[in-house]
């Protein structure tokens, strides 16, 4: 890219996630991991990997999903993203950000202003200071992202 670029690395030695996706990557287009027809779990970069695990957790309900990697959110994909609403009942939106501004109320829009009904679940960070010291999975479990909850809510 010959424009300005923001790209969030982890470092702790995180698995590769998308070797095995359906879709090429692609800046700018949302890229299927898995596809289904069921619930529709989409995420980016690190947490993408609580996708995966709705994912077996879901699975073991009998549940065929898609996950979905929405690595570019400027430019929004929202044609692909559009489809991938009109496609599913349930979407679960998974991200390590605040409410404003992230994937999720994006999501929450294109449903709105295109007339889609969709069951929308959206799991984010706090906008608040949240007086802990943890590890990783212990700080996002004090936002609300919490797989056994997740789970409850959801299934």
């Known amino acids: 890219s010959k424009s300005p670029t923001y790209m969030r690395l982890g470092k702790a030695g ?8 359906v879709d090429k990557f692609e800046i700018g287009k949302i890229r299927y991991v898995k596809k289904g ?12 990997n609580y996708c995966f695990r709705l994912d077996d957790i879901l699975a073991n309900k009998g549940f065929k999903n898609s996950i979905v990697s929405c690595h570019t959110l400027k430019p929004l994909d929202q044609k692909n993203l559009i489809k991938f609403l009109k496609n599913h009942k349930k979407i679960v939106c998974v991200e390590e950000h605040v409410k404003a501004g992230g994937l999720g109320e994006k999501l929450k829009a294109l449903a709105f202003d295109n007339n889609i009904n969709v069951k929308f679940y959206h ?14 999975s212990d700080l996002l479990i004090k936002h609300g992202i919490d797989l056994k909850k997740i789970e409850r809510e959801i299934a």
């Not at 995180?14 to 996706?21: D, G």
């Not at 799991?123 to 990783?136: K, T």
């Open 14 to 21: 995180e698995p590769n996630l998308t070797e095995n996706a």
């Open 37 to 48: 027809k069921d619930y529709g779990l989409i995420s980016y970069g690190t947490i993408l």
């Open 123 to 136: 799991y984010h960070l706090q906008d608040d200071f949240i007086h802990f010291y943890g590890s990783y």
